[in-house]
Every structure is written in C-alpha cells, then in structure tokens.
C-alpha cells in the first residue's frame, strides 16, 4: 500500500531561517503533490500543489520542490516567523497504483514547525 | 479563508446515542469528504460524495453513514455512539475532481 513518511516529527528553528520539510512517498506515482497547514484544533489550509510534471512552485516565502525519482518533496519556509508555527501536512494524490478516486488525497502525519523569537 | 463549515466544534455525548454532524459549504463544490483524525495523526478518508445522492466509502472503515441531498450539505450520522469513536471529524470539499480541498474547522467528538 501508498506510505508517506514525513521527516520527522517535530522541527525548532530560530526566526529569520529557512525551514526544510520533507515528505518521502514510497509504492505509488501520484499525479500531484500538496502542502497544507494545520493549527492545534483546526482543519488543514491549503499552501502550494506541485504536479508530476512541475520541478519547482513559490508562493511567497513557500517554496516547493518535486522529485519523482527520489520520491520526494521538499517544503522550503524562508526568512521563518513565528507565525508560522504549525503542523504542516503533506498531502498525495491521482496518478498510478491508487486504487481511490481521483481527487482523493492520502496525508502523511505532519511535520511540527515551531519558529522561536 | 474557505466558507465551509462545521457544527457542532465540540460534543460530547454518552455510549448509545445517536448523533449527526452537520458539515455545509457556500463555494458550490461538487466533491465532499469527511475524514478522521486523532491527535499526532494523519486523517483518514471515511467518506466521499461526487454530487447529490452519490455517496462512497473512504480509505478507513467507520460504522458512521453519510448522505447529500442538496450540493452545499454533507451531514455524517453515527447510530449508536460509542468510546472509541472519539475523535476529531474534518469535513472538506473540493471542485469535482481536482483537488485542492478546503476543510472546515472539525468537530471534536467525545463519546464517555
């Protein structure tokens, strides 16, 4: 079956950093990649999507890199605010050996960013 | 910030008890899920609708049921409550197929 792995658990930067996120997709192809971000007791928000054909997306101080011969995802967060403390989520779908609907998304656990003054 | 949305946020209810949780959401979007998700986990789909009276099983069993009557609502029931049903329920949407979906802000379910 798909299995997502992302990084590790939890994450402590400094303020001003860049912090690195890393999602590790094992047994499946998908047709697109996303991030999202969850605060404690709400649902996930929407950051970037990176198709199969896309090596690289920005989005401000978001950027997502995409390699599917590595089977991997990076999720870049520059010049990090506290703000920006939060589990980020990294979220699969389409593509081949996904036995679901198209549109269904499988979500690895989430990485805890927190973002120290 | 998407218009979906979710009540009750929070319930707490005894063992046996029928309950339904009310999702709805004004972007029009055909595609509808409810996921499960315990704390430090990942959420697992229970449930999808492509449309009005289309419904599908999600990745995860649940004894919950869901239905859609009309687009904007989504509501799941659990006929007979009970403690390891406890969990946070997210309800999303999305436009049919595509993704991204947008979440509501969860209910909280506690079944003593």
């Known amino acids: 079956s798909q299995k997502i792995e992302q990084n590790s658990e939890a994450l402590n930067i400094q303020e001003g950093k860049t912090a690195t996120l890393t999602c590790n997709y094992t047994?499946?192809?998908?047709?697109?990649l996303q991030w999202y971000r969850q605060d404690p007791g709400r649902g996930p928000v929407f950051l970037l999507l990176?198709?199969?054909?896309?090596k690289e997306k920005r989005k401000e101080r978001l950027k997502v890199t995409f390699d599917t011969t590595l089977k991997q995802s990076l999720f870049h967060i520059t010049a990090s605010q506290p703000a920006d403390s939060a589990t980020y989520l990294c979220a699969l779908g389409g593509g081949l050996n996904y036995g679901g609907s198209q549109g269904n998304l499988i979500f690895g656990k989430g990485t805890k960013l927190s973002v120290k003054p | 910030e998407a218009d979906i949305y979710q009540t009750p946020r929070y319930l707490v209810i005894g063992t046996g008890k029928k309950i339904t949780l009310e999702c709805s959401q004004t972007?029009?979007?055909?595609?509808m899920y409810w996921y499960q998700q315990d704390p430090g986990m990942e959420l697992h789909l229970i449930h999808y609708?492509?449309?009005?009276?289309?419904?599908e099983k999600g990745d995860l069993s649940s004894e919950s049921t869901v239905s859609r009557i009309r687009t904007e609502h989504f509501p799941l029931t659990l006929e007979s409550a009970r403690p390891s049903h406890t969990s946070q329920y997210l309800c999303?949407?999305?436009?049919?197929?595509?993704?991204?979906?947008?979440f509501g802000p969860g209910t909280r379910l506690t079944v003593l």
């Open positions: 972007m029009g979007h055909d595609k």
């Open positions: 990176i198709r199969e054909n896309e």
């Open positions: 999303a949407s999305s436009e049919s197929p595509s993704p991204p979906q947008y």
């Open positions: 047994n499946y192809s998908p047709a697109y």
């Open positions: 609708s492509y449309g009005v009276n289309s419904t």
